[in-house]
């Protein structure tokens, strides 16, 4: 069984039909890429299984559990974090507030102190600004917080939705080689992104989503080579 099973999922916006009967699995362990262009529906869909979207019909579950019925902070103690689109970190708040909010549906202190430890071995910047007012971070470090403050609450997925946008090349690499890091250590990722180059090198497979429809689907490494693929989102 899937860790992650969308099936026949229908999400309007008023009269708008934003998804139009996707099907699609997420693996324990694996990193799945959800590609296409703006207006595609990618962030409707990860909206759409953590509960901040309603859908019109279809299923979505998690280790075999019922979302459509769970609201969202109900799955994000079943193990479901989202790293949002702009990051969405509290701005006025310092960075270690930051990171505490991430594990506000903890109970064990103990627990937590040791997460946030772990977190800062994996965002050692993120430890030496601490008490530095997250809204002053780069964009680069506050999508580490976003980050960070995902993993504070223990997932056993993530939900990332477009962790490279409008950081310099060198944060990108960076990012990526964190999200690597993160799922060789046990945590299933759902990537969206529109960087398709540098979202397909991550994925083991991924799906190619076109105005609420699934196109194609299949291993990362070869979508990366479909000609279509590399014509519409690798600009080859």
């Not at 979505?60 to 459509?68: A, Q, S």
């Amino acid at each position: 069984m899937a860790m992650l099973e969308i099936k026949d999922l229908n999400v309007y916006y008023g009269m708008i039909h934003a998804i139009k009967g996707i099907s699609f699995e997420v693996n324990e362990g694996e990193i799945i890429a959800l590609i296409g262009a703006n207006g595609a529906g990618k962030t409707t869909t990860l909206h759409t299984i953590t509960g901040l979207i309603g859908a019109k019909s279809g299923s979505i579950t998690f280790e075999g559990e019922d979302l459509l019925k769970t609201p969202p902070h109900r799955i994000v103690s079943m193990g479901m974090a989202h790293v949002p689109e702009g990051r969405r970190i509290f701005q006025e708040l310092t960075v270690l507030e930051n990171l505490k909010l991430g594990a506000y549906t903890r109970k064990d202190p103990k627990e937590v102190a040791e997460t946030l430890e772990t977190v800062y071995d994996r965002f050692p910047r993120l430890k030496e600004r601490r008490s530095q007012i997250a809204g002053t971070l780069s964009g680069g470090e506050q999508q580490m917080l976003a980050m960070g403050r995902a993993l504070m609450s223990h997932p056993k997925i993530i939900l990332m939705d477009e962790p490279s946008m409008g950081l310099s090349p060198l944060y990108v690499n960076e990012i990526f080689d964190i999200i690597r890091s993160v799922n060789s250590s046990g945590t299933t990722i759902l990537l969206v992104e529109q960087n398709a180059k540098k979202a397909l090198a991550a994925a083991n497979r991924a799906y190619v989503l076109e105005t609420g429809k699934i196109v194609l689907s299949g291993d990362a490494k070869e979508l990366m080579n479909d000609d279509s693929v590399k014509k519409a989102y690798l600009g080859e």
